[in-house]
């Protein structure tokens, strides 16, 4: 019929069962960023049947989609960045979750971005929240290319993506934590270590590599090597 | 009227049929959906809804009051054509009827299917709700007081 009805037609399938789905996903998250610089594997089971938007299939893992079906809901927003930003991905989100999609993405609470894609001065427009109100600073969720922790950063990188080395200590942390992100540049993580000082102001980071995910909340101390 | 104009009264039309039909009804039709294959876009779930109406049937909107409903949506890849998504949207807790209403809303959009179904199914449940819709206006209309001394607030 005509393609205003078929749209929905379009639409990727979600999680087989969203309950239980929904559920393991965000414990993996909270485990995340309750202990940053630990790396969590989402459960493959959970994700099964999950068809990320066929229009984003390359340049978002089904971490990042897993991400977008648990944490969105009709109460909050979500940014799409650069490449993200397309119909079948603000479709994919809006029919599964009822979140709103934010015309300009640094105005939102969540936002998605490929590492090439976020650039340091977008870091500084989004919104850290206020010094009344931190909870407000928005969540950046960040597709990257590599994503190890020590124990696993065996293999040497292929130089063609910058890797670095991020030594995190503060809560959560017993000692230290190092990870190797693969992706984001110097200069963006320069920016991150700059806005420490604004404490309890701050974007919080997550992080998503295919199906695995870290994150970095603004309460952790990042140290390049 | 444009095409898509058209073509959303008519599944306006179909999908009213399919919410109002009766779980007896719409459930001997049902085997038909057995030779085909249908995708879960959102599997039956039961929530609630506020229903809105406007006083007086013409006038400002109220919260009328909340209702449960239960939806789902399916997709169905036909076996020439592109894909159709079919809803379900019905009053009350029903995961398994409002199944059997969004895959024949699916099939009821593939055109090879079309008139089959409308004579089959469609016409069959129309029918028999306007039956019933007439059987309880009669029932209704033999309690009917007429008062003759006063006048009608209503201008009719």
Redesign the interface.
């Given at each position: 019929?005509?393609a205003?009805?078929?749209s929905?037609?379009?639409?990727p399938?979600?999680f087989?069962?969203?309950a239980q789905a929904s559920q393991s996903v965000f414990r993996s998250v909270l485990d995340a960023v309750s202990r940053p610089g630990r790396v969590m594997q989402l459960d493959a089971q959970m994700l099964a049947g999950m068809v990320a938007p066929v229009a984003l299939q390359g340049r978002v893992g089904r971490a990042m989609a897993a991400l977008w079906l648990t944490l969105l809901d009709a109460e909050t927003t979500l940014g799409l960045g650069g490449a993200l930003a397309t119909p079948q991905a603000a479709a994919f989100c809006r029919?599964?979750t009822g979140v709103r999609v934010a015309a300009n993405p640094l105005d939102a609470a969540f936002v998605a971005w490929r590492h090439e894609e976020l650039m340091p001065s977008f870091w500084e427009q989004t919104n850290p929240g206020t010094d009344e109100q931190p909870q407000t600073g928005s969540t950046l969720m960040v597709e990257v290319a590599t994503l190890a922790t020590e124990r696993e950063a065996h293999a040497p990188s292929d130089g063609a993506v910058p890797t670095h080395a991020l030594r995190l200590r503060g809560p959560g942390i017993e000692h230290e934590h190092r990870l190797h992100i693969g992706g984001p540049t110097r200069a963006l993580w320069e920016r991150r270590i700059a806005q420490q000082r604004d404490l309890p102001c701050g974007l919080d980071l997550i992080l998503c590599c295919g199906e695995r995910i870290a994150a970095i909340p603004r309460s952790t101390r990042v140290v390049l090597d | 009227m444009t095409d898509i104009a058209k073509v959303t009264l008519e599944r306006q039309r179909w999908l009213a049929v399919l919410a109002h039909a009766e779980r007896g009804a719409i459930e001997q039709h049902a085997a038909l959906l057995a030779e085909y294959s249908f995708e879960w876009l959102r599997a039956p779930e039961i929530g609630l809804t506020m229903v809105r109406a406007r006083i007086g049937g013409e006038g400002d909107r109220f919260n009328l009051g909340e209702a449960t409903v239960t939806r789902c949506a399916v997709r169905h890849q036909p076996a020439r054509g592109a894909a159709t998504a079919g809803i379900g949207y019905l009053l009350g807790r029903d995961p398994a009827r409002c199944a059997w209403v969004a895959r024949f809303d699916a099939l009821l959009q593939v055109a090879a299917l079309h008139e089959l179904l409308e004579r089959e199914v469609i016409e069959p449940l129309r029918a028999a709700t306007a039956r019933k819709r007439a059987q309880q206006r009669a029932h209704t209309a033999t309690s009917s007081v007429r008062f003759y001394a006063l006048q009608s607030e209503l201008a009719t």
């Open positions: 019929m005509s205003v009805l078929s929905l037609a379009d639409v399938a979600g087989a069962s969203p029919f599964h | -």
